[in-house]
C-alpha cells in the first residue's frame, strides 16, 4: 500500500516545494535591491523605502517558515555539515541515521467508510498527534506518503547509540500517543486504530534529484528499504513495533529497552538476512511479562530451525505455546517448521525466511 502511493505523494511534494523555492530566491533579490536603496533617515522616521523594506522582510520571514514546514530544517543542516549550506539540485550527503515508518493498519478499508473530507480531518487530525512524538524524542518527519509517516533520527552531535535510541524511544511514544487518541474517539463513538511501526539503523543518502524546473528532496539507500520492510512485517507478526538487529546494535548493552526475536527473515530487494525483533516496552505489563516469559524458547527454537533441527525447533516452540496459549508468532514458528519439514532444504540453506 505504502510504495503503490510513494509517486504520488513525491510528484505532489516536489512540486510544492520547487515552487516555495521559486518565490523565495525573487523575494530575496528583491529585498536585497531594496535594502541597497534605503536611506537612513535622521530624524528616526521611517519613510516609505524604509517601510516597504520590513514589509519585505516581514513576508520573507513568512515565507522561510512556510518552506521549512515542506522541507525539514534538519535536512538542509545535512547539507551544511558537509560544506554546502543550499538545496540546489545534485546535492548529495551520506550518513548514517535511524529511519522510522509508521503505518495505519487497515487503512484502505477504513477510508473506504468516509468522505474525501471526513478523510483529510481524519488524516491531519492522527498527524497532529503522532508529530510531538518524533520531534519530542529528536527526529524530523521526512515524508507523509498517503497515511505514512516516514522520520529521520540523526541527534547532531550524537553518536549511532543516541540516534537509534531517540528512534526507539519515538516509537514507544507513539503508541502510547495512540493510546490516548483512540480513548477519544471511543468517547464520540468512532473505533479504535491500530499502527504499525518499522525502525532500522543503517547508512542513507540524502540528496536532491530531479530537473532545473522539477527538483525534489529524497532520502534513498538500502537501509531505507529495510525500513518500510519491517513496517510492513508488523500486521504478520501481530507486533506494535518492530526494530531490526541493526538498530538494537547501534543501541549498545546500555539501555533497558525490552524486545523478544521474532525471525530471521529475507526482505524483498535485500539478499543479506535480517534479524527483527518486538520492541515490549508500551505494552501493559502482564502482556510484556508473558512475552518474556517464552523468549528464551522462542530463541532456542528459532536457533534449531537455522540449523535445520526443525523436530527439535517445534519441541521448543509447542513449549512456549503451552506457556502461553494463543501466541500468534508461536503459532507461526510451529507452522513455518511444519512447512520447511515438507521441503527439500539447499545445503546453502542459511536458515531464513523469505518475506
Given amino acids: ?45 521611517i519613510d516609505d523605502n524604509e517601510q516597504r523594506f520590513l514589509e519585505k522582510a516581514d513576508e520573507a520571514m513568512r515565507l522561510t517558515q512556510t518552506f521549512q514546514k515542506f522541507v525539514p530544517r534538519q535536512f538542509v543542516d545535512h547539507f551544511a555539515k558537509h560544506g554546502n549550506d543550499s538545496l540546489e539540485l545534485g546535492r548529495a550527503a551520506e550518513d548514517e541515521v535511524a529511519i522510522l515508518l509508521c503505518d495505519i493498519r487497515g487503512f484502505s478499508g477504513l477510508s473506504e467508510q468516509m468522505t474525501p473530507q471526513q478523510l483529510m480531518n481524519f488524516l491531519n487530525s492522527y498527524f497532529l498527534r503522532m508529530n510531538d512524538p518524533i520531534h519530542q524524542n529528536g527526529g524530523f518527519i521526512d515524508k507523509f506518503i498517503g497515511d505514512a509517516i516516514m522520520a529521520l533520527f540523526d541527534h547532531p552531535g550524537g553518536d549511532a547509540s543516541a540516534k537509534a535510541k531517540d528512534a526507539v524511544n519515538a516509537a514507544i511514544d507513539l503508541q502510547k500517543a495512540l493510546k490516548v487518541y483512540n480513548s477519544h474517539r471511543a468517547k464520540v463513538g468512532y473505533a479504535g486504530i491500530g499502527v504499525g511501526v518499522g525502525i532500522h539503523f543503517g547508512p542513507v543518502i540524502l540528496g536532491t534529484v530531479g ?47 525490552q524486545v523478544r526475536v521474532l525471525d530471521w527473515v529475507r526482505v524483498k530487494g535485500r539478499q543479506a538476512p535480517v534479524r527483527v525483533y518486538e520492541v515490549l516496552d508500551h505494552l501493559d505489563e502482564d502482556i510484556r511479562q508473558n512475552k518474556i516469559m517464552v ?24 513449549h512456549a505455546l503451552s506457556l502461553l496459549p494463543g501466541d500468534p508468532l508461536i503459532s507461526y514458528h510451529i507452522d513455518t517448521c511444519k512447512q520447511l519439514m515438507q521441503l527439500t532444504i539447499p545445503s546453502d540453506w542459511d536458515g531464513s525466511v523469505s518475506i
Fill in 1 to 45: 500500500m505504502i510504495l503503490g502511493i510513494v509517486c504520488i505523494g513525491l510528484v505532489l511534494y516536489g512540486l510544492i516545494v520547487t515552487l516555495l523555492l521559486i518565490r523565495q530566491r525573487r523575494v530575496t533579490r528583491h529585498i536585497v535591491k531594496s535594502a541597497s536603496r534605503v536611506i537612513p533617515n535622521p530624524a528616526g522616521r
Fill in 211 to 257: 530537473s532545473d524546473d522539477r527538483m525534489d528532496t529524497t532520502v534513498i539507500g538500502d537501509s531505507v528499504n529495510v525500513a518500510f520492510r519491517l513496517e510492513g512485517l508488523a500486521p504478520k507478526y501481530h507486533a506494535d513495533i518492530i526494530v531490526s538487529a541493526q538498530t538494537l546494535a547501534a543501541i549498545g548493552d546500555s539501555t533497558d529497552i
Fill in 295 to 318: 523468549q528464551q524458547d522462542i530463541e532456542q527454537g528459532l536457533t534449531y530451525r537455522i540449523a535445520k533441527d526443525f523436530t527439535t525447533a517445534l519441541t521448543h516452540f509447542h
